[in-house]
């Protein structure tokens, strides 16, 4: 059920309760979570919180409280399947499901005793309508025995044959209302996409209630930026969004002229600007930067020599010197930082670069520490899916929410470098996989998979990663390719998961279009194939288009994709 007054349906509710909230392992539901305990710490709200990266760990993390517990938070996870089927509550168990992944259940939809959906209601959300989908039963048994011993054969034989037409009606009646249903509800859940943020969802919340800071309108800020830089969301809704938070911006942090001597030395600021699309440039080398961001790598064709040359071709047309390109961006000269933005447009435009600027906020903490909303994404992302193991499984969870609070600078610098680690691995994979060919064409799809031995391997076995690659890879070999069709279909990407399992996880991603509108079809498709073939896989990530499966099961499951998809 959706609920259409966050703070009396659900806040008010659950304030006097002990909570336990279930947060899905990305970089929004941390920033909605972080957002939410602020909340919980100014009422005294008696929680606990548990990481769950798949619907394995949040069936047992529900299995090991639903004794202690009768309210659940579920934060991006839960809305896309029918969550009573899978957890098989008490019914004095309630469920309040903060999710941005779309289409919702219809079931989690029309229930509404125990499923609360915190969803915003002005997302294109096309829900089918109760009556076709849902049917009473009807006691179709009719009584057909006669009413009265005295009437004559003749009538009695009348009667039967009616009733033996008006059955043979209603059995009609009823397969043709099942096979609209099958459509409709094929037609609802074909597509997979992505909703607002959760995060903004639990900001709007907080301001509803007047408790809105501005440590949560940044969470709200990064929450948002999660979504651009995963390639989750369109631009246009993207935009939209940045429009909503400006004005929330504006509110938290206009200051007079003359009250600016005033500030603290350690105050917070967040300011909109636009920026340049160059991952974490500002705590890098520019060089380096252009080098490893997609959009640049791509539109460069840097895997190549005569890439290389246009990059270089590119630094000399804005007349930057090498030396101060090479350098960290902090240690530049104050006089080439001063135009860059300006100077790096201009010549962007030159290299067919037009869309080099883009919508975002900055975050300063006093004079020292300046961050853009990607650079946090980047470097909580990186933390969350650290390789090197250290203690437990919910070390990294724990690290990367905490590199969300500005008290946790350090933790955030380590961010950083994992993320410069990350994207470099990423542009060397790119580069190999196009420089050997690897991306083949399937037909319908294209597909690429990585050897047991590459390097850089065993990060890709995590599923942000694993996406920002897939999504890179296919940006570089639309850019690479001279084949027209090739440029308009989507790809699929398949790394080694646990050698001695003998797994892989494969992700597929919609095709690289301007007009694409994020929607993926692989998550149902991926079903089918695995239904029609038994090939052993597992569906165990929110997002349906990431599986896992057996290598053996490799071939026949793609051959199957490949005639469902023909």
């Known amino acids: 059920m959706f609920i259409s007054d966050c703070r009396r349906e659900f806040y008010d509710v659950i304030v006097s309760q002990r909570v336990l909230l279930l947060v899905a392992s990305d970089v929004d539901a941390l920033c909605a979570c972080k957002i939410l305990q602020a909340l919980f710490q100014c009422d005294h709200v008696q929680y606990t919180l548990v990481p769950v990266s798949g619907w394995q760990e949040l069936e047992t993390a529900f299995l090991e409280h639903k004794d202690q517990f009768k309210y659940f938070v579920l934060i991006n996870c839960g809305a896309n399947v029918d969550l009573l089927e899978i957890l098989q509550p008490e019914e004095d168990t309630f469920f309040f ?80 209302w099942e096979a609209r249903r099958r459509e409709i509800i094929f037609d609802y859940e074909q597509y997979e996409y992505h909703g607002t943020s959760s995060a903004m969802v639990i900001f709007d919340l907080a301001w509803i209630m007047s408790k809105d800071l501005n440590d949560m ?41 003359d009250e600016e001597n005033s500030l603290s030395i350690d105050c917070m600021r967040i300011a909109f600007e636009y920026d340049l699309r160059l991952a974490l440039y500002q705590h890098w080398s520019l060089y380096e930067s252009l080098c490893n961001t997609s959009y640049t790598s791509a539109s460069l064709k840097l895997w190549s020599v005569q890439g290389q040359k246009r990059l270089q071709e590119f630094l000399a047309d804005m007349g930057l010197p090498l030396k101060q390109v090479k350098q960290k961006f902090n240690s530049m000269d104050m006089s080439l930082k001063e135009n860059l933005r300006e100077m790096i447009e201009e010549s962007a435009n030159k290299f067919g670069m037009k869309d080099l600027r883009v919508q975002t906020f900055s975050i300063h903490f006093g004079f020292k520490n300046k961050f853009s909303a990607s650079d946090i994404v980047y470097a909580t992302a990186s933390l969350m899916e650290n390789i090197e193991k250290e203690g437990p499984e919910t070390t990294n969870f724990i690290k990367a929410l905490d590199s969300l609070s500005r008290g946790n600078l350090d933790k955030l610098h380590q961010g950083l470098d994992l993320a410069k680690k990350q994207l470099r691995a990423i542009q060397q994979t790119v580069a190999s996989c196009i420089c050997t060919n690897l991306v083949i064409s399937q037909g319908p799809f294209l597909y690429c998979s990585l050897m047991e031995g590459t390097p850089d391997v065993k990060l890709f076995s995590k599923p942000v990663s694993l996406c920002l690659l897939s999504k890179y890879l296919l940006k570089s070999f639309v850019c690479s390719t001279k084949n027209k069709r090739c440029k308009l279909l989507p790809l699929i990407m398949a790394a080694p998961m646990d050698v001695e399992q003998g797994t892989v996880i494969m992700v597929g991603i919609p095709p690289e279009t301007e007009s694409s509108d994020k929607k993926n079809f692989f998550g149902r498709a991926f079903e089918k194939a695995a239904d029609s073939t038994n090939s052993r896989t597992l569906h165990n990530h929110f997002d349906m288009s990431i599986i896992e499966l057996k290598t053996e099961d490799r071939s026949k499951f793609l051959d199957a994709l490949i005639s469902l998809l023909s």
């Open 97 to 176: 499901v903060c999710d941005s992944h779309r289409p919702i259940n219809v079931v989690n939809v029309y229930n509404d005793t125990q499923i609360k959906l915190l969803v915003k209601q002005d997302d294109d959300l096309d829900v089918p309508a109760y009556d076709d989908i849902f049917r009473d039963e009807e006691d179709e048994e009719e009584d057909s025995e006669c009413d009265s011993d005295g009437s004559e054969p003749s009538e009695k034989r009348r009667r039967f044959e009616e009733d033996v037409i008006e059955r043979t009606m209603k059995r009609r009646q009823r397969r043709e």
């Open 217 to 257: 309108l940044w969470w709200a800020i990064v929450g948002l930026t999660d979504q651009w830089v995963q390639d989750k969301i369109t631009q246009m809704k993207y935009v939209t969004d940045i429009g909503i938070l400006q004005r929330h911006v504006s509110r938290h942090n206009h200051r007079n002229e």
